[in-house]
C-alpha cells in the first residue's frame, strides 16, 4: 500500500486484540518513518504508552498526543487535530497517523461521531496525510461498527485490506443523521442592526444582561459576526436577530433575504486556498451552529 | 459540605455553565459530584497509587464530561458522566502501573525539561504554563506531554488524606488548569491573545468585566479618535480570527 501524497487517505483499523492492533499499526507507522513521512499517534494515555513501548527506540520519530479528552464537539476535535497535523506538516512532507476515537457509552450520541467520521474525509481532504482509525471489535457495539464502513472509504479487518462497499458521501450522511432544528418560541428580536459593529454592540448587551461568562461573550460575539457579515454579503441582507436561553443554552438567529445553501459540511472544512474560514471560526467558538429555512427567511442558528 | 440534590433543571444548567468555563460553576459541579466520584474511586483503592490523585482524574473526567455532555440528548447527567470519571480513573491506573523505560534522548530532555521548569520556578515564582514550558525548553507541547508522562512513577497511597478532600483543587486556578488540558489548543479567554491596547479596547467596547462603553469614550480614554479606536477593535477581532483559522499547508 502507498500513500498518495496529494491528498488524504482515511482508513479504519477495526482489531480484536491488542496484538493485532499493534502488528498493524507499528509496521504502518515505521514504513512511513523509513520513507521519511511524519508520524503520530493520537491515543489515550494507556494506547500511548502501548504505542510508545511498541515503536521502542524509533518512538523518538513520533509524535505523540493525547485525545483522550479532545473528543467534546467534532468541529473542536477537528480543530485540535488540524493543529497536531499541521505542526507535523511543518516538518514533513506527509505524514502518517494512527488514531483512536472516543465514542463513549451513550448511544444517543454515537451519531454525532459518525458525523465527525464522515466529515473527516472532506475536513482534511488536501492533507497528504494517510490516517488509520482504530477501532477495538470487541468493545464497539454493532452500530458504530457499521459506522466504519459507512465513513472509511478503506478498512482493514481480520488482516484483509477492503475498500468499502457501504462507504457513504459524506454530505449524504450528514443529512440523514443530524437532525432538523425545532423552532425555538422563547427567543426576542435585537433587529436587524445597521452593520457588523453596531450587530456586536446590541448582542453584546443581551449576553451580558443573561450572565454568559466573559470568555464565551466574545466568543459569541466573533463566530455570529462571521455569520451576520455572509449574511449581509450573501444572503442579500439580514432580516432580523433573535436572541434568548433555549434548553438552557444561550441562542442567537441571524435571519437572511436569501435563498440560503445547502451545505452539510459548512464550516467543517479545514482552512485552505479558495474555502471560507469564517465558518470553520464560528464552529471551533461555539456549541453549535444550524441553518435552516423558515417562514421569516433562511436561518443560522448559533448555540452557545 | 452537604449538597442539596438539584432538580434536572438545575443541574442541566449548572453542567452548561461549566462547560462555558464558569468557575463557579465548575467548582459547584464537582462538590455536588464528589460523593459519587469519591465512592468510584473506592473500586479502585490499592496501595500502588495516592488516593488524592486518583479523585484528581475523576474529578477531570467528572469536567470533560461536562464539556461534552449534551442535554438535549436527555440522558441523566451522571449515567453519562460516570463512564468518564470511571475511565479517567482506569487510565491513571494504568499509566501508574505500567513500567517506564525511556530511551536515551528522552532521558536528555527530560533533563532539559527539568531544567527549565525550575529555572521558571526562581525567576516567576510560579509553575510555567505548557506554553511557557514549550517556548522556554524548545520542546513541542506533544514533546512535554509525553515526558511528563514518562515522569510519573507509582505513588504510595497516604493514610492521612481524607478521601473527600482535594486540597489543590480548592483553589480556582487548578479547576481553570484542568478545563485548560481538556481540549488541544481551545482557548479558554480569546482576549489573552490580544496587546494590551487592543485588550483595553474590546473589553470596554463589549462590557468584558467593566461598563460597556462606546467608541468615543474609548477614544477619549487612549487619547485616540473614536476611528482609531474601532480600527483597533477590527485589527483586534481580525488577529483573533486568524488564529483560529491558520491552514496547515
Redesign the interface.
Known sequence: MSHRSEGLRHNALVYESQDEFLARAVPFLLEGIEAGEGAVVAHTKPGLAMMRDALGSDAEHVMFVDVGSAYTRPARTLAAYHKVYAEQLEKTPTLRAVADVQFGPDPAEWDLWTVYEAVFNRSFAHLPAWVVCSYNANGSPDRILEGVWQTHPEVIEREMWSTSERYEDPDDLLRRLVPSPEPISELGSIGAGRDEEDFRERLARELLADGVPETQVLDMLLASTEIYANARQHGGGVEDVRVGRAEGRFVCEIVDQGEGFDDPTAGYLAPRDGVGTGLWVARQLTWRIEFFRSPAGFTARISL | MVQERLTV?QE??LV??A????SDACRELVETFLPAIAALAVGFQSNAFDQQELLQAGV?GLL?AA??Y??????PFWA?AS??VRK?MQ?LV??LA?PV?L?D??VRDLARLKKTRRAYQQAHRAEPTTEELSRASGL?R?QL??LE?TERAPRAMDDELAAYVIVDLDAEQAYQQVLD??????L????DELDERERIV?RA?????EH?QTLDEIGARLGLTAERA?QIEVGA?NK??EG??????
Do not use: K, M, N
Request: overall charge negative; some cysteine.
Open positions: 433543571r442541566r444548567d452548561i455553565a462547560e462555558c468555563g464558569d477531570a470533560f464539556r461534552r449534551d442535554a438535549s440528548l436527555d440522558t453519562y463512564f468518564w479517567a487510565e494504568a499509566d505500567r523505560s530511551s534522548r528522552a513541542t506533544a506531554e509525553s508522562a488540558d481538556l481540549e488541544i489548543g481551545y479558554r479567554d480569546l482576549t474590546v467596547h463589549y462590557g468584558l468585566g460597556q474601532r477581532l483573533l480570527r483560529l483559522a491558520q491552514p496547515a499547508i
